[in-house]
């Protein structure tokens, strides 16, 4: 069975601070991943996906995120964060197979931007 | 254009009764998911159906809960004899066609607390 983990529980930086999420996953065959984001009082929505081609992902809002294979990782990044990213970001992955709808997820890390 | 709406937002029950949760998918989407999310967890998947059938129910916990989609739009999950660990956040999503690279859309969630 796959499974996700998230390294950080709960992070704190101040704005314009650099932003890295860590995000591993355990399954050995082809894996669609995603993040998603949960700002306060609000639904789960999509930040980014990756399923094929450049590993390095784009998404709303300034995010992007690299899928290195050899190291099951799908690390979170943005460059400078502001305060209106303070929001649980969950990382998530499916994979071709049995059960390929499922979407896994982690655990969950909470973002605290400062002003 | 509207998204996933889910009824009631909130729900709180005694232990032993029954209760149904609502979920109504984007409109034209055709893939519907239920997951569970518990205080400090990711979501994790309960079901899938893909039309009026479910076409993956691995993740229901025990019998007491059951899910319908009868006409392909609107589903409803079921939990007959609550007990106090069911308490979570039920959240729905919806996908176009059920493809797995694609976006699932996530709903509001109904919070169950069961007292």
């Known amino acids: 069975a796959q499974s996700v983990s998230q390294h950080n529980h709960h992070v704190i930086l101040s704005e314009a601070a650099s932003l890295e999420l860590g995000c591993n996953y355990s399954?050995?065959?082809?894996?669609?991943l995603f993040w998603y984001v949960q700002y306060p009082g609000q639904h789960l929505q999509l930040l980014l996906k990756?399923?094929?081609?450049?590993?390095l992902v784009k998404g709303i809002k300034g995010f992007e995120a690299e899928f290195i294979k050899s190291k099951f990782s799908f690390n979170l990044r943005k460059p400078s964060v502001q305060w209106s990213d303070t929001a649980e970001y969950f990382c998530?992955?499916?994979?071709?197979?049995?059960?390929?709808?499922?979407?896994?997820f982690g655990k969950g890390t909470k973002l605290s931007v400062i002003p | 254009g509207a998204g996933v709406s889910q009824t009631p937002s909130n729900k709180v029950t005694e232990k032993g009764k029954y209760v149904e949760l609502r979920c109504d998918p984007i409109?034209?989407?055709?893939?519907l998911y239920w997951y569970r999310q518990s205080l400090g967890q990711g979501p994790e998947f309960l079901i899938y159906?893909?039309?009026?059938?479910?076409?993956?129910d691995s993740g229901l916990p025990n019998d007491r809960f059951f899910a319908v989609r009868p006409e392909g739009s609107v589903s409803t999950l079921k939990i007959q004899r609550t007990e106090r660990g069911d308490s979570a956040v039920y959240l729905c999503?919806?996908?176009?066609?059920?493809?797995?690279?694609?976006?699932?859309?996530f709903g509001p969630g109904t919070r169950l607390l069961v007292l």
């Open positions: 999503a919806s996908s176009k066609a059920g493809q797995i690279q694609e976006t699932q859309y």
């Open positions: 399954y050995g065959g082809t894996v669609n």
């Open positions: 990756y399923f094929s081609g450049d590993p």
């Open positions: 998530a992955v499916n994979s071709l197979g049995a059960g390929s709808y499922q979407l896994t």
């Open positions: 409109s034209g989407h055709t893939a």
């Open positions: 159906f893909q039309g009026t059938g479910a076409a993956d």
